[in-house]
Protein backbone atom coordinates (compact mmCIF):
# COMPACT_ATOMS: atom_id res chain seq x y z
CA UNK A 1 0.00 0.00 0.00
CA UNK A 2 2.84 2.30 0.86
CA UNK A 3 4.31 1.61 -2.49
CA UNK A 4 1.16 2.87 -4.16
CA UNK A 5 0.80 5.74 -2.33
CA UNK A 6 4.16 7.18 -3.14
CA UNK A 7 2.48 7.90 -6.36
CA UNK A 8 0.36 10.26 -5.14
CA UNK A 9 3.07 13.06 -5.84
CA UNK A 10 2.15 12.51 -9.86
CA UNK A 11 -1.34 13.72 -9.96
CA UNK A 12 -0.79 16.14 -6.44
CA UNK A 13 1.71 18.45 -8.18
CA UNK A 14 2.65 21.09 -6.18
CA UNK A 15 -0.47 20.62 -3.93
CA UNK A 16 1.57 17.49 -2.38
CA UNK A 17 3.93 20.26 -0.15
CA UNK A 18 0.62 20.96 1.33
CA UNK A 19 0.01 17.59 1.75
CA UNK A 20 2.69 17.44 3.80
CA UNK A 21 2.24 20.41 6.07
CA UNK A 22 -0.83 19.55 7.30
CA UNK A 23 0.57 15.84 8.30
CA UNK A 24 2.99 17.82 9.81
CA UNK A 25 0.24 19.69 11.65
CA UNK A 26 -1.06 16.70 13.40
CA UNK A 27 1.72 15.69 15.39
CA UNK A 28 1.39 16.68 18.89
CA UNK A 29 4.11 17.50 21.30
CA UNK A 30 3.97 14.20 22.43
CA UNK A 31 4.86 12.85 19.38
CA UNK A 32 1.38 11.22 18.57
CA UNK A 33 -1.03 11.72 15.61
CA UNK A 34 -4.25 13.41 16.35
CA UNK A 35 -7.57 11.63 16.44
CA UNK A 36 -10.53 13.73 15.58
CA UNK A 37 -11.03 15.28 18.75
CA UNK A 38 -6.95 16.26 18.79
CA UNK A 39 -6.05 13.98 21.48
CA UNK A 40 -2.80 11.87 20.47
CA UNK A 41 -3.70 8.08 19.76
CA UNK A 42 -2.12 4.97 17.94
CA UNK A 43 -4.47 4.48 15.00
CA UNK A 44 -4.13 7.92 13.57
CA UNK A 45 0.16 8.11 14.48
CA UNK A 46 0.15 4.56 12.04
CA UNK A 47 -1.61 7.09 9.22
CA UNK A 48 0.47 10.02 10.34
CA UNK A 49 3.64 8.08 9.76
CA UNK A 50 2.67 6.00 6.03
CA UNK A 51 1.49 9.19 4.94
CA UNK A 52 4.36 10.72 5.86
CA UNK A 53 6.32 7.98 4.32
CA UNK A 54 4.72 8.37 1.50
CA UNK A 55 5.60 11.89 0.65
CA UNK A 56 9.04 10.99 1.34
CA UNK A 57 8.93 13.36 4.04
CA UNK A 58 11.50 13.33 6.89
CA UNK A 59 10.10 11.70 10.33
CA UNK A 60 10.31 13.21 13.17
CA UNK A 61 11.67 9.76 14.82
CA UNK A 62 12.78 10.61 18.32
CA UNK A 63 9.67 12.18 19.00
CA UNK A 64 7.41 9.40 17.90
CA UNK A 65 9.84 7.14 19.22
CA UNK A 66 9.12 8.83 22.81
CA UNK A 67 5.12 8.23 22.24
CA UNK A 68 5.81 4.68 21.41
CA UNK A 69 7.42 3.77 24.33
CA UNK A 70 5.22 5.23 26.54
CA UNK A 71 3.06 1.94 25.68
CA UNK A 72 5.96 -0.59 26.68
CA UNK A 73 4.42 -4.15 25.39
CA UNK A 74 1.36 -2.78 24.75
CA UNK A 75 -0.57 -5.15 27.90
CA UNK A 76 -3.23 -2.24 28.28
CA UNK A 77 -4.04 -1.39 25.13
CA UNK A 78 -7.02 -3.02 23.26
CA UNK A 79 -6.20 -5.28 19.83
CA UNK A 80 -6.77 -2.95 17.53
CA UNK A 81 -4.04 -0.20 19.51
CA UNK A 82 -1.60 -3.42 19.81
CA UNK A 83 -1.86 -3.79 16.17
CA UNK A 84 -0.83 0.09 15.48
CA UNK A 85 1.60 -0.20 18.08
CA UNK A 86 3.71 -2.70 16.66
CA UNK A 87 2.51 -1.01 13.05
CA UNK A 88 4.35 1.91 14.15
CA UNK A 89 7.65 0.74 15.07
CA UNK A 90 7.51 -1.08 11.72
CA UNK A 91 7.07 1.95 9.87
CA UNK A 92 9.85 3.69 11.38
CA UNK A 93 12.16 1.80 9.46
CA UNK A 94 13.75 -1.69 9.37
CA UNK A 95 15.27 -3.02 12.44
CA UNK A 96 12.88 -1.05 14.73
CA UNK A 97 11.08 -3.55 15.84
CA UNK A 98 14.29 -5.77 16.10
CA UNK A 99 16.13 -3.46 18.21
CA UNK A 100 13.19 -3.97 20.58
CA UNK A 101 14.57 -7.02 22.01
CA UNK A 102 13.39 -10.83 21.91
CA UNK A 103 11.47 -10.17 25.42
CA UNK A 104 9.72 -7.46 24.14
CA UNK A 105 8.47 -9.40 21.17
CA UNK A 106 7.57 -12.53 23.15
CA UNK A 107 5.46 -10.40 25.56
CA UNK A 108 3.61 -8.61 22.49
CA UNK A 109 3.20 -12.24 20.73
CA UNK A 110 1.56 -13.23 24.06
CA UNK A 111 -0.96 -10.28 24.21
CA UNK A 112 -1.71 -10.91 20.52
CA UNK A 113 -2.61 -14.46 20.84
CA UNK A 114 -4.67 -13.63 23.42
CA UNK A 115 -7.25 -11.71 20.46
CA UNK A 116 -6.81 -16.14 18.51
CA UNK A 117 -10.42 -16.87 18.24
CA UNK A 118 -11.54 -20.67 18.84
CA UNK A 119 -11.97 -20.57 14.96
CA UNK A 120 -7.98 -19.55 14.43
CA UNK A 121 -9.15 -16.43 13.20
CA UNK A 122 -8.63 -13.07 15.32
CA UNK A 123 -11.03 -11.00 16.98
CA UNK A 124 -10.69 -7.37 18.60
CA UNK A 125 -12.51 -9.54 21.82
CA UNK A 126 -10.50 -11.90 23.78
CA UNK A 127 -11.68 -15.39 24.09
CA UNK A 128 -14.15 -14.97 20.92
CA UNK A 129 -15.07 -18.34 19.74
CA UNK A 130 -15.19 -16.45 15.87
CA UNK A 131 -12.84 -14.65 14.43
CA UNK A 132 -13.67 -11.34 12.47
CA UNK A 133 -12.67 -10.01 9.15
CA UNK A 134 -10.89 -6.75 10.87
CA UNK A 135 -9.25 -9.04 13.35
CA UNK A 136 -7.77 -11.43 10.80
CA UNK A 137 -6.23 -8.85 8.83
CA UNK A 138 -5.06 -6.72 11.43
CA UNK A 139 -3.83 -10.02 13.05
CA UNK A 140 -2.06 -11.66 10.17
CA UNK A 141 -0.62 -7.87 9.17
CA UNK A 142 0.67 -7.29 13.50
CA UNK A 143 2.92 -11.20 12.33
CA UNK A 144 4.23 -9.59 9.66
CA UNK A 145 5.22 -5.83 10.88
CA UNK A 146 7.06 -8.61 13.75
CA UNK A 147 8.79 -10.23 11.21
CA UNK A 148 7.57 -13.49 12.51
CA UNK A 149 5.93 -16.16 10.72
CA UNK A 150 2.05 -16.55 11.09
CA UNK A 151 0.79 -19.40 13.17
CA UNK A 152 -1.45 -22.04 11.89
CA UNK A 153 -2.03 -19.72 8.71
CA UNK A 154 -4.33 -22.33 7.25
CA UNK A 155 -6.61 -22.17 9.92
CA UNK A 156 -6.93 -18.43 9.62
CA UNK A 157 -7.96 -18.93 6.05
CA UNK A 158 -10.31 -21.50 7.07
CA UNK A 159 -12.26 -19.26 9.56
CA UNK A 160 -12.84 -16.41 7.05
CA UNK A 161 -14.54 -18.84 4.55
CA UNK A 162 -17.06 -18.71 7.17
CA UNK A 163 -17.49 -14.78 6.65
CA UNK A 164 -18.30 -14.89 3.26
CA UNK A 165 -21.65 -13.76 2.11
CA UNK A 166 -24.42 -15.15 0.16
CA UNK A 167 -23.77 -12.07 -2.99
CA UNK A 168 -20.76 -13.53 -3.04
CA UNK A 169 -17.89 -11.46 -0.78
CA UNK A 170 -17.23 -11.01 2.81
CA UNK A 171 -18.97 -9.44 6.06
CA UNK A 172 -16.94 -8.96 9.02
CA UNK A 173 -18.73 -10.99 11.25
CA UNK A 174 -20.42 -14.63 10.48
CA UNK A 175 -23.90 -14.46 9.51
CA UNK A 176 -24.01 -11.10 7.76
CA UNK A 177 -26.56 -11.81 4.16
CA UNK A 178 -24.58 -8.85 2.02
CA UNK A 179 -20.73 -7.97 2.28
CA UNK A 180 -19.03 -4.81 2.95
CA UNK A 181 -16.54 -3.22 0.67
CA UNK A 182 -13.83 -2.30 3.12
CA UNK A 183 -14.39 -5.82 4.45
CA UNK A 184 -14.04 -7.48 1.30
CA UNK A 185 -11.03 -5.69 -0.40
CA UNK A 186 -8.73 -6.41 3.18
CA UNK A 187 -10.43 -10.15 2.83
CA UNK A 188 -8.98 -10.23 -1.09
CA UNK A 189 -5.52 -8.30 0.01
CA UNK A 190 -4.88 -10.97 3.09
CA UNK A 191 -5.52 -13.97 1.07
CA UNK A 192 -3.78 -13.14 -1.84
CA UNK A 193 -0.51 -12.34 0.92
CA UNK A 194 -1.08 -15.71 1.90
CA UNK A 195 -0.35 -17.39 -1.20
CA UNK A 196 -4.00 -17.66 -1.07
CA UNK A 197 -6.91 -18.14 -4.84
CA UNK A 198 -9.53 -15.45 -5.02
CA UNK A 199 -12.73 -15.96 -7.05
CA UNK A 200 -13.31 -13.63 -10.47
CA UNK A 201 -16.67 -12.98 -8.86
CA UNK A 202 -15.11 -10.71 -5.78
CA UNK A 203 -13.50 -9.16 -8.66
CA UNK A 204 -16.88 -8.26 -10.74
CA UNK A 205 -19.14 -7.70 -6.81
CA UNK A 206 -16.36 -4.66 -5.96
CA UNK A 207 -16.49 -3.26 -9.71
CA UNK A 208 -20.17 -2.96 -9.02
CA UNK A 209 -19.78 -1.10 -5.88
CA UNK A 210 -18.53 1.76 -7.86
CA UNK A 211 -21.24 4.85 -7.85
CA UNK A 212 -22.11 6.29 -11.14
CA UNK A 213 -20.68 9.98 -9.56
CA UNK A 214 -17.26 8.68 -9.30
CA UNK A 215 -16.00 6.27 -6.03
CA UNK A 216 -17.06 3.40 -4.43
CA UNK A 217 -19.90 3.09 -1.95
CA UNK A 218 -19.36 1.05 1.83
CA UNK A 219 -22.32 -1.21 1.00
CA UNK A 220 -24.81 -2.29 -1.78
CA UNK A 221 -27.00 0.25 -0.19
CA UNK A 222 -24.72 3.26 1.07
CA UNK A 223 -26.71 6.37 0.00
CA UNK A 224 -23.00 7.81 -0.64
CA UNK A 225 -19.45 6.77 -1.63
CA UNK A 226 -16.79 7.73 0.60
CA UNK A 227 -13.02 7.70 0.15
CA UNK A 228 -11.91 4.77 2.30
CA UNK A 229 -13.95 2.39 0.12
CA UNK A 230 -12.72 3.80 -2.55
CA UNK A 231 -8.92 3.61 -1.71
CA UNK A 232 -9.24 -0.15 -0.21
CA UNK A 233 -11.55 -0.68 -3.63
CA UNK A 234 -8.52 -0.06 -5.76
CA UNK A 235 -6.27 -1.75 -4.43
CA UNK A 236 -8.07 -4.83 -3.97
CA UNK A 237 -9.10 -4.51 -7.65
CA UNK A 238 -5.41 -3.86 -8.68
CA UNK A 239 -4.44 -6.95 -6.70
CA UNK A 240 -6.52 -8.98 -9.00
CA UNK A 241 -5.21 -7.68 -12.06
CA UNK A 242 -8.72 -6.18 -12.75
CA UNK A 243 -8.98 -2.83 -15.39
CA UNK A 244 -10.25 0.02 -13.56
CA UNK A 245 -9.58 2.65 -16.19
CA UNK A 246 -13.31 3.45 -17.02
CA UNK A 247 -13.72 4.24 -13.33
CA UNK A 248 -10.88 6.51 -13.60
CA UNK A 249 -12.41 9.85 -14.36
CA UNK A 250 -14.98 9.77 -12.34
CA UNK A 251 -12.94 8.38 -9.13
CA UNK A 252 -10.68 11.42 -9.99
CA UNK A 253 -13.44 13.80 -9.58
CA UNK A 254 -15.06 12.10 -6.86
CA UNK A 255 -11.47 12.60 -4.90
CA UNK A 256 -11.00 16.36 -6.09
CA UNK A 257 -14.49 16.96 -4.22
CA UNK A 258 -13.17 15.75 -0.98
CA UNK A 259 -9.84 18.04 -0.98
CA UNK A 260 -9.24 21.06 0.92
CA UNK A 261 -6.34 23.59 0.68
CA UNK A 262 -5.80 22.69 4.13
CA UNK A 263 -3.73 19.79 2.37
CA UNK A 264 -5.95 17.03 3.94
CA UNK A 265 -9.35 15.15 2.75
CA UNK A 266 -12.56 14.61 3.44
CA UNK A 267 -13.74 10.98 4.03
CA UNK A 268 -17.01 12.09 2.49
CA UNK A 269 -19.47 14.24 1.13
CA UNK A 270 -20.96 15.03 4.64
CA UNK A 271 -17.56 14.74 6.78
CA UNK A 272 -16.41 18.40 8.14
CA UNK A 273 -13.05 17.07 9.67
CA UNK A 274 -10.13 16.75 8.65
CA UNK A 275 -7.34 13.67 9.88
CA UNK A 276 -4.46 11.57 9.15
CA UNK A 277 -6.65 8.55 8.27
CA UNK A 278 -8.41 9.72 5.41
CA UNK A 279 -5.43 11.94 3.98
CA UNK A 280 -3.61 8.79 3.75
CA UNK A 281 -6.72 7.14 1.87
CA UNK A 282 -6.49 9.95 -0.51
CA UNK A 283 -2.57 9.08 -1.55
CA UNK A 284 -3.46 5.48 -1.79
CA UNK A 285 -6.55 6.27 -4.09
CA UNK A 286 -4.55 9.59 -6.09
CA UNK A 287 -1.15 6.28 -6.39
CA UNK A 288 -3.52 3.61 -7.92
CA UNK A 289 -5.45 6.02 -9.96
CA UNK A 290 -1.59 7.78 -11.32
CA UNK A 291 -0.32 4.25 -12.68
Not at 37 to 42: A, E, I, Y
Not at 64 to 89: A, K, M, N, P, Q
Not at 222 to 248: F, N, Y
Request: proline residues 4%; glycine residues 14%.
Amino acid sequence: MLQVARLAPKLLGESAELVRAFLSTQQNADGGFKDRSGGSDLYYTVFGIEGLLALQAPLPAGRIEGYLESFDCGETLDFVHLCCLIRCWAALGQGCVGERGASWSERVVSRLEMFRSGDGGFSIMAGSPFGTAYGGFLGAAAYQDLGQPLPDALRLVQSLKFLETPDGAWGNERGLKAGATNTTAAMVTLLLRLGMPVAPAVGDWLLKASHRDGGFLAAPNAPIPDLLSTATALHALAGLERDVSRLKEGCLDFIDTLWTNEGGFHGHWGDDTLDCEYTYYGLLALGHLSL
